[in-house]
T-cell receptor, first 112, second 114 residues
């Protein structure tokens, strides 16, 4: 089976930097994705890492270390609109591409 | 493109009733999936499909059936609703290309079983 661990909640102020860690256990790893979900909304894709290293997309970056079974999402220059839940998800190398396992989510609260 | 659409948006059922949640996508995606999300929790995979006529079970398939007769549609059937199935249900689709990894989610169906 697969399992993912991420913190349940993080609070920060506008303009700050937040790092959301995700550790995973899987029988065969293919890639790690991150999704954002605002209250009452649908998850939306943020980033994907299949190889070790940092992927940067605007204010958000995602990092992966396959040897440590660990990744993180970095939110920079926090804005009020970044208040949302963030989920990491793993894709198993032995399964179909849409067979994802999601973590429990990290709720990020941005304060003025 | 409308993307992924789901109907209904809200539904209240009595225990033992059956119903079908509809999901359609207009992006010609091969892959489609159904997830449920309980309050304050992550998404759990119910069933998924890698193409028309092909479906498989996810993490929590009991009490649900699916079929995929066309590329566009992937309905989820609740056979005999139970209060434990009260949840928000999301349908998602993605391209079947090996290089593709982004899933597109529908707006969700909020189901309450009394």
């Amino acid at each position: 089976g697969q399992s993912l661990e991420q913190p349940s909640e993080v609070t920060a102020v506008e303009g700050a930097i937040v790092q959301i860690n995700c550790t995973y256990q899987t029988s065969g790893f293919y890639g790690l994705s991150w999704y954002q979900q605002h209250d009452g909304g649908a998850p939306t894709f943020l980033s994907y890492n299949a190889l070790d290293g940092l992927e940067e997309t605007g204010r958000f970056s995602s990092f992966l270390s396959r040897s440590d079974s660990y990744g993180y999402l970095l939110l920079q220059e926090l804005q009020m609109k970044d208040s949302a839940s963030y989920f990491c998800a793993v894709r198993d190398a032995k399964a179909a591409g849409n067979k994802l396992t999601f973590g429990g989510g990290t709720r990020v609260l941005v304060k003025p | 493109n409308a993307g992924v659409t789901q109907t209904p948006k809200f539904q209240v059922l009595k225990t033992g009733q059956s119903m079908t949640l509809q999901c359609a996508q207009d992006m010609n995606h091969e892959y489609m999936s159904w997830y449920r999300q309980d309050p304050g929790m992550g998404l759990r995979l119910i069933h998924y499909s890698v193409g028309a006529g092909i479906t498989d079970q996810g993490e929590v398939p009991n009490g649900y059936n699916v079929s995929r007769s066309t590329t566009e549609d992937f309905p989820l059937r609740l056979l005999s609703a139970a209060p434990s199935q009260t949840s928000v249900y999301f349908c998602a689709s993605s391209s079947g290309r090996m290089s593709s990894y982004e899933q597109y989610f529908g707006p969700g169906t909020r189901l309450t079983v009394t």
